[in-house]
């Protein structure tokens, strides 16, 4: 009868030592799959930064894109441009009258005095 036990001890001997190394690989894998997961969490949230940094850099471009040529600021360029334009013809005209009064005097002259 001992040696029936003592085989027995053996064998559930055997069977915990089975079930601790495989305890021990689950153990192993499941931390190595939580490393994995851990590494790809920061990735990924790195990854989010760096797409909120950029979609923060794109509104500032369309603001400053936006106040560097608003549409307010095209009318009153449009408005400044045809003011200018006016002024020009409008120095355009002194000077063609001008031209003409003195060609005038200058026909005229031996006449008047």
Same mark, same amino acid.
Not at 83 to 105: F, P, S, T, Y
């Given at each position: 009868?001992? +040696? %029936?036990?003592?085989?027995?001890?053996?064998?559930?001997?055997? =069977? /915990? !030592? &089975?079930?601790?190394? %495989?305890?021990?690989?689950? &153990?192993?894998?499941?931390?190595?799959?939580? +490393? =994995?997961?851990? *590494?790809?969490? #920061?990735?990924? #949230? #790195?990854?989010?930064?760096?797409? !909120? +940094?950029?979609?923060? !850099? /794109?509104? &500032?471009?369309?603001?400053? $894109?936006? !106040?560097? @040529?608003? $549409? #307010?600021?095209? &009318?009153?360029?449009?408005?400044? /441009?045809?003011?200018?334009?006016?002024? @020009?013809?409008?120095?355009?005209?002194?000077?063609? *009258?001008?031209?003409?009064? @003195?060609?005038?005097?200058?026909?005229?002259?031996?006449? /008047?005095?």
């Amino acid at each position: 009868m001992d +040696n %029936g036990w003592n085989e027995y001890g053996k064998l559930v001997l055997k =069977e /915990l !030592e &089975r079930l601790n190394e %495989g305890q021990a690989e689950l &153990r192993k894998d499941i931390d190595q799959k939580f +490393n =994995e997961l851990a *590494a790809q969490m #920061t990735a990924l #949230t #790195t990854d989010h930064k760096n797409i !909120e +940094n950029d979609v923060h !850099e /794109l509104k &500032r471009w369309k603001e400053n $894109v936006q !106040e560097v @040529w608003s $549409v #307010t600021q095209m &009318r009153q360029s449009k408005d400044e /441009l045809y003011k200018q334009k006016n002024n @020009w013809q409008k120095v355009a005209g002194i000077l063609v *009258a001008i031209q003409i009064l @003195w060609g005038i005097i200058i026909v005229f002259k031996d006449k /008047l005095f």
